[in-house]
């Protein structure tokens, strides 16, 4: 791949990482350093829930470039999360990501611990302001031993991942296989679909199926999402999952956002229902500048015997 096309695919891969700060760019070596501050709060009703209270974290990260070739690259990206949601004595520290690929003429190649393949189709309605709501249609996000395939075609994008299998035990398995893809248009429309199987353990096989869109016009962003999984989220539970976001961008610095997020759980031996969520959440952004942002999101929380709550955030990025 040449290097304009390999400019298509490497921000894909690195993606949230817009505003990284530059360390080094020699002979074809480049160094990126990116990091976040979150300061949060979640204020609920008499009923705490499981969000209430302090919701803080630092986050850094670093993204490595080398050039083997005109057709030929390498990166890594590593990104570690310290939370202090407890107390600042009792830190909880996780590595996020951290993985090692190529990128070749034929699509980007990486191993390690990032995002599976569905996460481009999840991420059209994984969009709210505040570190609280969202992410309800499986599980799209970040695994270990994952091996990944990325690449672009003008305005479609296809990954393809595959979870290998840490588990000890010879009767459970944590393998899994995910495929999307996305499709972006001239006019603003963005469709997306993607697919992801597993066999937990020789008792029974797990699917997810989702699929997307979302619209951008001027100020106004819209989007939808729709998940079904048979077992997926655990064994005789199959579960019904939809997501829809809208956005407005009032001003260059202020936005507002509503968004709706349900998740019904089926149990498959007895046919009885149950919402596990169903939250509209309404939102505000102040941007001061494009690293540091204040944002405010109340959520009305419809699942029965639940609090709605109100979530204040400050960020800094860069």
Do not use: C, W
């Amino acid at each position: 791949m040449k290097k304009s096309l390999l400019a298509l695919v490497l921000p894909s891969l690195f993606a949230s990482t817009v505003g990284a700060v530059e360390v080094y760019n020699n002979d074809g070596q480049a160094v990126d350093l990116y990091g976040r501050a979150y300061a949060g709060h979640d204020f609920s009703g008499e009923g705490k829930n499981a969000n209430y209270g302090n919701d803080s974290y630092i986050r850094l990260g670093a993204k490595l470039k080398s050039d083997i070739s005109d057709s030929l690259s390498a990166f890594a990206r590593y990104e570690l999360q310290y939370d202090l949601k407890d107390s600042e004595t009792s830190p909880t520290t996780k590595t996020r990501l951290a993985y090692i690929g190529l990128d070749s003429d034929v699509g980007a190649f990486s191993f390690g611990r990032q995002y599976n393949a569905l996460t481009i189709a999840s991420d059209l309605t994984d969009v709210a302001y505040t570190n609280a709501y969202g992410g309800n249609l499986g599980n799209t996000s970040r695994d270990n031993s994952t091996l990944k395939y990325s690449n672009k075609f003008a305005g479609l994008q296809l990954d393809a991942s595959y979870r290998l299998d840490d588990n000890q035990s010879d009767v459970e398995s944590d393998a899994e296989y995910s495929l999307a893809a996305t499709y972006k248009l001239d006019f603003g429309l963005m469709l997306a679909a993607g697919f992801s199987a597993k066999s937990p353990t020789d008792d029974y096989d797990a699917s997810l199926f989702l699929v997307g869109a979302s619209y951008k016009t001027g100020p106004m962003r819209v989007a939808a999402t729709f998940a079904q999984g048979a077992e997926f989220e655990d064994q005789n539970t199959d579960h019904t999952a939809y997501e829809l976001s809208a956005e407005y961008k009032i001003t260059k610095q202020l936005r507002a956002q509503v968004l709706y997020n349900v998740q019904e759980l089926e149990d498959t031996t007895t046919s009885i229902t149950t919402d596990a969520v169903d939250d509209l959440v309404f939102g505000v952004r102040y941007d001061f500048n494009k690293s540091l942002r204040t944002v405010a999101e109340y959520r009305i929380n419809g699942v029965e015997g639940k609090d709605d709550d109100f979530h204040l955030a400050a960020r800094y990025s860069f």
